[in-house]
C-alpha cells in the first residue's frame, strides 16, 4: 500500500532554532500533502496544505512565516519550524491523498520538543 | 461549536463485549466521512470508511446519517488489540480537502 516516510520521528531542539521535517511519498506521487498538529490530549488541526510547485494554504491562525512549507517536488514536502519556542512542542504529522476512496495515508510523526 | 465532537471516554470495557461510539458533524457540507484509530504516540491510521448505507467490516460496523449529522462505530467481540483511541474524521465542504478530526475516543479492553 501506499507509505508516508517522515522524519525525523522525535526532535529535540534549542528555543530559537529551526528544525525542518520532511515527508516523502515512497510508492506514489503526492500531488497534495497536508500538515497537523497534535497537542497533548488534543485533536489532530489542519495546519497547512501544500500542493506540488505551489503556494501552500494556510489555516487561520497558522503563521506562515514561523511554519515554512516546501513542496518542490510530487514526492517530497518539508515543513520548517523557524525560531522555535518551547509553545512550538508538539506532535506533527503530514498525510497524502492516496487517490483510493479517499483515503489519507499519514507519515509516522515528528515529536517536537523545544527546550 | 466544535466541528467535530465525540465522547473522550475512556471507555472500559471487558474482552468480547460490544462497544459502540457516537461522533456528531457541524458542517452539512462535507462529503467524507472516516473513522480512524490512533495508537499511543502513534499516527492515525483508516480503519474504515463510513457511507450512507452503512458498513461493514469484520467486526467493525459503521453508519453515517447525514440528517442528524452523526456516525456510529460498532465493535463486536472485542479484542485486547482494539484498545486505542477511534478518531471520527470528516472530510470536504466547501472544496475543503484536509480532514477534520474529533478529538477522539479512547477504549480500553479489560482481560
Known amino acids: 500500500g501506499a507509505v508516508v516516510s517522515q522524519h525525523p520521528s522525535w526532535v529535540i531542539c534549542k528555543s530559537g532554532t529551526s528544525v525542518k521535517i520532511e515527508c516523502r511519498s515512497l510508492d506514489f506521487q503526492a500531488t497534495t500533502m497536508f500538515w497537523y498538529r497534535q497537542f497533548p490530549k488534543q485533536s489532530l488541526m489542519l495546519m497547512a496544505t501544500s500542493n506540488e510547485g505551489s503556494k501552500a494554504t494556510y489555516e487561520q491562525g497558522v503563521e506562515k512565516d514561523k511554519f515554512l512549507i516546501n513542496h518542490a517536488s510530487l514526492t517530497l514536502s518539508t515543513l520548517t519550524v523557524t525560531s522555535a519556542h518551547p509553545e512550538d512542542s508538539s506532535f506533527y504529522i503530514c498525510?497524502?491523498?492516496?487517490?483510493?476512496?479517499?483515503?489519507?495515508?499519514f507519515g509516522s510523526g515528528t515529536r517536537l520538543t523545544v527546550v | 461549536r466544535k466541528e467535530v465532537e465525540q465522547d473522550p471516554g475512556p471507555f472500559n470495557v471487558p474482552e468480547g463485549a460490544t462497544v459502540a461510539f457516537n461522533c456528531t458533524y457541524s458542517n452539512s457540507a462535507s462529503q467524507s466521512f472516516f473513522w480512524y484509530r490512533q495508537d499511543c504516540r502513534k499516527e492515525p491510521k483508516l480503519l474504515m470508511s463510513?457511507?450512507?448505507s452503512g458498513n461493514e467490516d469484520g467486526r467493525f460496523t459503521a453508519q453515517l446519517n447525514r440528517a442528524s449529522q452523526y456516525i456510529s462505530l460498532l465493535i463486536r467481540d472485542s479484542k485486547l488489540s482494539d484498545s486505542a483511541t477511534y478518531l471520527c474524521v470528516v472530510r470536504g465542504g466547501g472544496g475543503a480537502d484536509g480532514l477534520t478530526f474529533g478529538k477522539g475516543t479512547h477504549l480500553i479492553i479489560q482481560p
Open positions: 498525510s497524502a491523498r492516496t487517490g483510493e476512496a479517499y483515503g489519507y495515508t
Open positions: 463510513v457511507y450512507s
